[in-house]
């Protein structure tokens, strides 16, 4: 890395853990950085994934009290999203690099759909929680957990925004405590991937130690003051960002 590249890379890392605490896709900010400044896709999202579960922590530790009296769904989800996390991180290094090249202005793509759909989605959400709660439907529940897991452990980007959006329709409850629960569940598949990762796979741990120091600082901010952010103002700049990034990578 070149020593002028750092800032860039903090600053990133800063970004996407205020950004997961609060809704997710932080990794619309950080890959596109590191693919701008010349690493290669591959290198760059395993380096990212392990970059940022430092900051997921941070924003956890800051959601503590929605987190009370959820040791239930926790046992239910997390293992769950364990083995999505596993199966797309093996996907991810079994198939060759450039096969993830190709398909990451794809996945790009749509996260930043999501993200620019994201006021539908919170909409929506509010719509079913004041339906009251909804018929027991834990296995498509489960089924979906897994499946955002596999999308966690292969990219990750908006893993966050597909998680409440998620469980805001299926599970009734305060947005604070879902937006909690979500949290836990994109951290336990990050870490699960990340681990996969460190054990297999090259880090460049120069990146990925920027990337945990601004996301453990952003994550905890986030966690603490990110209800005050503009939630327009932030979906155009993931946008803006994930924009250029899917025009790097094309071109």
């Not at 929680?129 to 897994?146: H, I, K, N, S, Y």
């Not at 805001?168 to 405590?177: A, E, H, I, K, V």
Request: aromatic residues 8%; positive net charge.
């Amino acid at each position: 890395m070149i020593f002028w590249h750092a800032p860039a890379v903090l600053a990133a890392g800063v970004a996407a853990g205020g950004i997961n605490a609060v809704a997710g896709s932080g990794t619309l900010i950080t890959f596109p950085t590191l693919v701008a400044i010349g690493y290669q896709p591959l290198l760059a999202n395993v380096s990212n994934t392990v970059g940022l579960v430092p900051g997921s922590a941070a924003a956890l530790w800051a959601y503590r009290p929605e987190l009370r009296e959820m040791r239930a769904r926790l046992i239910q989800f997390c293992p769950v999203s364990v083995l999505g996390a596993l199966t797309g991180g093996i996907l991810l290094l079994t198939a060759p690099a450039s096969a993830f090249k190709a398909v990451v202005p794809f996945l790009i793509g749509t996260a930043l759909l999501l993200v620019l759909l994201q006021p539908y989605l919170a909409n929506l959400v509010a719509g079913r929680q004041a339906e009251g709660p909804p018929r027991d439907r834990t296995r498509v529940m489960l089924a979906a957990v897994f499946a955002v897991g596999i999308y966690g452990g292969y990219f990750g980007a908006a893993q966050g925004i597909m998680l409440i959006g998620l469980l805001g329709t299926m599970l009734p409850d305060d947005m604070q405590r879902l937006n909690a629960l979500k949290n836990v569940l994109a951290l336990t598949a990050n870490l699960t991937a990340a681990l996969l990762f460190m054990s297999v796979h090259h880090i460049d741990w120069a990146v990925a130690g920027l990337i945990a120091l601004g996301s453990m600082a952003g994550g905890f901010l986030g966690g603490r003051y990110g209800r005050q952010m503009s939630p327009a103002a932030l979906r155009a700049t993931i946008v803006a960002v994930g924009v250029v990034a899917i025009v790097r990578l094309v071109t």
